[in-house]
């Protein structure tokens, strides 16, 4: 398909202003494995952040998550799959007598000990989403980043990577 440049308004995250943060981060041995995918993001993020557009304009993009108090745009589907990381351990983590708009000072550390994550495991072509975006936007709020993310190959059936669209992935009750 050819490439159509539009301009549009849309809602930015200001990943510039995250830059030292993900330095520091990533310049943590460990902090991704295997080493050289964390060296390989820590110079991605060296080079220079651009804030990223988080949402599209509803006329040229239906597809997408309403924003909330602006119908006019939707957000991108991976910042609200990122967010079921974070939703799954009972974030907010507020008393059981408030709900979420009670207080916007939620406590930043899980009660449970679920979070921050201690491992997480993501393929190699998803790494960015979750070792620059995710952590970002988790700073950002002032949670803390998972404490390690391993970034695996590709599993393969038949030397072809495992696609659900591919249709070769296995079913888990056989």
Same mark, same amino acid.
């Given at each position: 398909h050819p490439?159509?440049?539009v301009?549009e308004?849309?809602y930015k ?5 995250m830059?030292?943060q993900l330095?520091?981060?990533?310049s ?6 295997p080493?050289f995918r964390?060296r390989?993001?820590?110079?991605f993020?060296q ?7 988080v949402?599209?304009a509803?006329?040229t993009c239906e597809w997408?998550i309403p ?6 745009h939707?957000m991108?589907?991976w910042?609200?799959?990122?967010t079921?990381?974070?939703t799954?351990?009972?974030f907010?983590?507020?008393p ?7 207080d ?5 550390r ?9 491992m ?9 989403f979750?070792?620059v975006?995710w952590? $970002? ?5 002032g949670?803390e980043p ?12 038949n030397k072809q990577?495992?696609?659900?669209s591919?249709?070769? $992935?296995?079913?888990?009750?056989e």
């Amino acid at each position: 398909h050819p490439v159509t440049w539009v301009r549009e308004e849309n809602y930015k995250f200001r990943l510039s202003g995250m830059q030292e943060q993900l330095v520091a981060y990533l310049s943590r041995p460990g902090s991704v494995l295997p080493d050289f995918r964390r060296r390989e993001i820590l110079a991605f993020v060296q080079g220079g952040l651009h804030d990223l557009s988080v949402s599209r304009a509803k006329e040229t993009c239906e597809w997408g998550i309403p924003v909330p108090g602006d119908s006019a745009h939707v957000m991108y589907v991976w910042i609200d799959a990122l967010t079921n990381y974070l939703t799954v351990t009972g974030f907010p983590w507020l008393p059981e007598t408030s709900t979420p708009m009670d207080d916007i000072n939620f406590p930043k550390r899980d009660p449970n000990g679920m979070w921050p994550a201690t491992m997480q495991f993501v393929g190699k072509d998803i790494l960015r989403f979750h070792a620059v975006y995710w952590p $970002a936007f988790l700073m950002a709020a002032g949670l803390e980043p998972p404490q390690r993310i391993v970034a695996h190959g590709w599993w393969t059936k038949n030397k072809q990577k495992i696609s659900k669209s591919l249709g070769n $992935a296995f079913d888990p009750l056989e």
